[in-house]
């Protein structure tokens, strides 16, 4: 085979891949691949600050695999491009602290609705030690 044949798509898997190898972005795609949230929702779950969290969205958004739409006063974004949920399932496959959202937030309970994607992380490692 040419080797223009094999690396053809080769560009494209590396934009994606750049797209959402930050862990920010990263975090934003897995929550936001359990469903449609707004800015709000997204600053308190992953605790990531209103600056840091447009400009990330913005980063999402430019490479194509978020949209938002407005509803009123708010934005609520959702995931487009169906690759990235993908990318995210073989992730979680290879990496089994990287659970969804709402697995982390199962374990965390009752916890305060500020408390970062982190913490939830640590406590969910803590209760599966226990398990053990």
């Known amino acids: 085979m040419k080797a223009s ?4 798509d080769i ?5 994606l891949l750049r797209a959402i190898a930050n862990p920010n972005r990263l975090a934003i795609i897995c929550l936001l691949l359990e469903g449609e949230r707004s800015v709000m929702e997204l600053e308190l779950a992953l605790g990531i600050r209103q600056p840091t ?3 990330q969205l913005t980063e999402l958004r ?3 695999l978020i949209a938002g739409r407005r ?14 949920g993908k990318i995210v399932a073989c992730l979680r496959g290879i990496f089994s ?5 709402s697995a982390m937030l199962a374990v965390a ?4 609705d500020r408390q970062s994607l982190a913490e939830i992380t640590a406590l969910a ?8």
């Not at 044949?5 to 053809?8: D, F, T």
């Not at 309970?109 to 305060?112: H, I, S, T």
Request: glycine residues 6%; charged residues 30%; hydrophobic residues 45%.
């Open 97 to 101: 602290e990287l659970l969804p959202a």
């Open 71 to 84: 509803v009123a006063k708010h934005v609520h974004y959702r995931v487009v491009d169906e690759r990235a």
């Open 53 to 55: 969290l447009s400009q």
């Open 62 to 64: 430019d490479a194509g």
């Open 109 to 112: 309970g009752d916890l305060n």
């Open 125 to 132: 490692r803590l209760a599966e030690r226990e398990l053990m």
């Open 11 to 15: 560009g494209a898997a590396s934009d």
């Open 5 to 8: 044949v094999i690396c053809r």
